[in-house]
């Protein structure tokens, strides 16, 4: 091959790639994208008005006393069964990821022997009285901010209240379940009679 073909060879080539750039800067100038001014995308929500926000059919959260005096231990014994990836019940038990959950009821906040709790839980002090246990089944990082617990928490009270009667079985004595306070509706939704 002569030294002329090959000059033809590659200026056909060049020729192309100089073609091909003169079109990129062409399509970039008529089709320029753009730019957000912050990444990201904006997600659309549906805004809400002030009477809307309360949740018009959310009925009001019952006291703790009135979901105990409905509550079944079965069903409670059945609902902890997923909190037995990380916890144990029985007398004795070791602590897993999750400290051991025996006479739970009245007992000091992180004080079981042997378990690393986290300093939101540390902090936070008292005991796990009825209404506190509650509280934090219901969202335990909202109620004890920085407390090492995943779980996301049991959204209904009826559920609340029966893991609550279970763990309260789990002790040697276990501990009286607080009466419902007079005044309190029962299931009709009559207030009680004196």
């Known amino acids: 091959m002569n030294s002329f073909e090959l000059n033809k060879i590659l200026g056909a080539i060049l020729g192309t790639c100089l073609i091909l750039l003169a079109l990129n800067i062409g399509a970039g100038a008529i089709f320029a994208p753009e730019k957000p001014s912050k990444p990201g995308f904006n997600i659309a929500v549906k805004e809400q008005a002030e009477g809307e926000k309360g949740g018009a059919a959310k009925e009001p959260e019952q006291p703790i006393e009135a979901l105990l005096a409905k509550a079944s231990v079965e069903k409670g014994q059945a ?54 246990l509650n509280k ?15 779980f996301a928490g049991l959204s209904r009270a009826e559920q609340r209240a029966d893991v609550i009667d279970y763990l309260h079985t789990l002790a040697d ?10 005044g309190t509706p029962p299931a009709g939704g009559e207030p009680a009679k004196k």
């Open 79 to 132: 609902t902890a069964k997923q909190c037995q990836a990380c916890h144990t019940f029985e007398k004795g038990g070791p602590n897993r990821v999750g400290p051991n959950l025996w006479n739970i009821v009245n007992r000091p906040r992180a004080s079981e022997a042997g378990f690393n709790y986290s300093a939101g839980m540390k902090s936070k002090g008292g005991n796990w009285s009825f209404d506190e």
């Open 136 to 150: 934090f089944l219901a969202n335990p990082r909202g109620y004890i901010p920085g407390t090492a617990m995943t």
């Open 173 to 182: 004595s276990p501990v009286a379940l607080p009466k419902a306070a007079e």
